[in-house]
């Protein structure tokens, strides 16, 4: 793990377990990014279907979870009432549903590209909405229900900051190739994870806070993603229609690790102990210094800003 992130003041936990600051903290807020999908092939990192196939787990499965996520933490901003943190959930809404957006522009693209994403996609609608949705509850029960969302995406936001430190820092998917727009997009989603990576968690603990439900909440986190993570890599391959792709996916996503292509899915279960360190906090994880270099010169991110100056 890296270091405390400069950027923010001394958090001071309060017994609600809301977080205080003593100093001015870094202002989240989406971003208005542009990525142009022409030129992208299907293997857009050369010679590995299987990397590819890694990177378009995040396509496949992020525009709805994202929007669940954003739905769930939008339901509690009327219960927070510190002001900073209220600000900073309004900022994670705003990034995640423009991380939707732009991932699901890259499944489009995968579409065009011969990949049938639709029957997953609506499967994933599905979990969404029959399984993570507000249910229609009332009372203690809508809020209890709230409770459990927030610690479950609590949880989730921990393997995505975990994993975009790993997309800023490792240098693996350049030295190979990756075409430099997909390139750009996972390392600006991955520096925006760094940058949010307190803020489920923060909004969580100041709803709630429940250790409890904070244990249950993360193993249910880490089994649901491992699932959907072999689900998708088993529809992902089947329905990749180039001959390039081989055989025996698991083979290749075991070699693929080996090489340091994708991360060690066994973070699903190496990060659950860090997590539940009643010490923790997410601030612990990454270093914002490096995802804010990456910010301030992502293409896609000035792209935008240069045509709107210009």
Avoid at 155 to 177: F, R
Avoid at 221 to 245: E, G
Avoid at 286 to 293: F, I, K, Q, S
Wanted: charged share 25%; glycine share 8%.
């Amino acid at each position: 793990m890296l270091g405390i992130n400069a950027f923010r003041g001394t958090p001071v936990v309060a017994p609600s377990g809301a977080r205080r600051y003593t100093d001015e903290a870094h202002a989240i807020a989406a971003r208005d990014v542009e990525f142009d999908w022409e030129g992208v092939p299907l293997h857009y990192v050369p010679n590995e279907p299987m990397v590819t196939h890694v990177i378009n787990f995040m396509h496949l499965v992020l525009p709805e979870g994202e929007r669940a996520m954003s739905a769930t933490l939008a339901e509690a901003l009327p219960l927070i009432e510190d002001t900073r943190l209220h600000e900073e959930v309004v900022g994670f809404v705003g990034q995640e549903a423009t991380h939707a957006s732009s991932h699901k522009g890259a499944r489009e693209h995968l579409a065009d590209l011969g990949m049938d994403m639709k029957p997953m996609s609506r499967r994933m609608d599905w979990l969404v909405d029959k399984i993570l949705g507000d249910k229609g509850l009332t009372g203690k029960a809508k809020h209890a229900w709230l409770c459990e969302r927030l610690g479950l995406f609590a949880a989730m936001e921990h393997y995505t900051a975990v994993v975009g430190e790993w997309l800023l820092t490792d240098p693996a998917l350049e030295d190979a190739g990756m075409h430099p727009m997909m390139l750009d997009m996972v390392k600006w989603h991955g520096a925006e994870e760094v940058e949010h990576r307190n803020v489920a968690f923060d909004a969580y603990m100041y709803v709630d806070g429940s250790y409890a439900r904070r244990v249950r909440t993360a193993l249910l986190a880490s089994f649901t993603l491992f699932v959907l993570f072999i689900a998708s890599m088993n529809y992902l391959f089947r329905q990749d229609p180039s001959k390039a792709k081989g055989r025996l996916w698991p083979l290749q996503l075991i070699s693929a690790t080996r090489r340091g292509l994708v991360p060690n899915m066994k973070f699903l279960i190496t990060e659950i102990p860090p997590y539940l360190r009643p010490s923790f906090h997410p601030s612990q994880i990454g270093d914002m210094d490096v995802a804010m270099r990456y910010l301030a010169r992502s293409p896609a991110a000035n792209r935008s800003s240069g045509e709107s100056e210009g």
